[in-house]
């Protein structure tokens, strides 16, 4: 599933030849995705041209003059650019062609992602709301974590995946922050300290920034050929390595559900 380190490196990869371009045609082969395509889409597309991409959370915002496109990638699709007349695969689903000759195309299996458009601003849209702060922003640190854990007896690892408390912090990166920050994925998040609290955000801050830099920006990863991007080689120290050693300890590494999702921590440096 695409995480946000893998939505960030897609924008950044396709905003050079995005920006500034005009919308010549837009196909929709498969207008049913988890929110339909508006039938619209073409008309209030065609003829407009792309500002400066942005990034909420996992969602991509591509604006035009009068609102703007929200593309969300789900748990299973890329976005590409490909030169005009490239034949379409299967599950390439909505096609956006622009005037420098190249399309940006839509490709997902399994159909949980979808493109929408807002007009005015796009945070004020309900799916975009609530959510908590961006990660690697001010407004995400240990006091704002302290602050909205109190009381809470929820366990740190789902606390922190929720994404009204801070946007993007998957599986994969609070499993990884909070071992970096030793921190027992199981505590109850109102009885993690300030100073712990203070580790953990520093922490998924800097997890999510080594993903993003690993991941690379080089448009031959999103123009042409019929892969995805490459995104970033992760090296893991917990996540997905259940019963193994851990790297700093030696202690097997232990598995677990919380919140219906798979965790793996070190009940040694995790304590």
């Known amino acids: 599933m695409p995480e946000l380190p893998e939505v960030e490196t897609t924008r950044r990869g396709i905003a050079p030849l995005v920006e500034g371009q005009e919308v010549t045609e837009v196909i929709v082969r498969q207008p049913r995705l988890r929110t339909p395509v508006p039938g619209e889409l073409a ?53 956006v062609v622009l005037g420098n000759g190249h399309v940006l195309r839509y490709h997902d299996p399994r159909r949980f992602g979808f493109v929408d458009f807002v007009r005015g601003d796009p945070h004020a849209d309900t799916r975009l709301a609530r959510l908590g702060p961006e990660p690697l922003s001010d407004a995400f640190n240990g006091e704002h974590l302290f602050a909205r854990s109190r009381k809470r007896r929820v366990a740190i690892k789902p606390f922190l995946m929720d994404n009204a408390n801070v946007v993007g912090v998957g599986n994969i990166y609070a499993s990884e922050a909070l071992f970096m920050a030793g921190v027992d994925p199981r505590r109850p998040a109102g009885e993690v300290t300030r100073e712990e609290c203070e580790r953990l955000a520093n922490a998924a801050s800097s997890v999510l920034a080594a993903a993003i830099a690993q991941g690379g920006t080089t448009l031959r990863d999103f123009v042409g050929g019929d892969g995805k991007p490459g995104y970033f080689a992760q090296s893991l120290n917990v996540y997905g390595r259940g019963g193994e050693p851990c790297r700093e300890c030696g202690h097997e590494i232990m598995s677990l559900v919380l919140g219906q999702r798979a965790s793996c921590f070190c009940p040694y440096c995790q304590r």
């Open 43 to 95: 008309e209030w597309l065609v003829g407009q041209r792309f500002g400066t991409l942005a990034r909420r959370a996992k969602y991509l915002l591509l604006p035009i003059a009068d609102g703007h496109l929200l593309w969300h990638l789900g748990m299973s699709g890329s976005l590409r650019l490909v030169p005009i007349g490239t034949p379409p695969r299967t599950h390439d689903h909505v096609d």
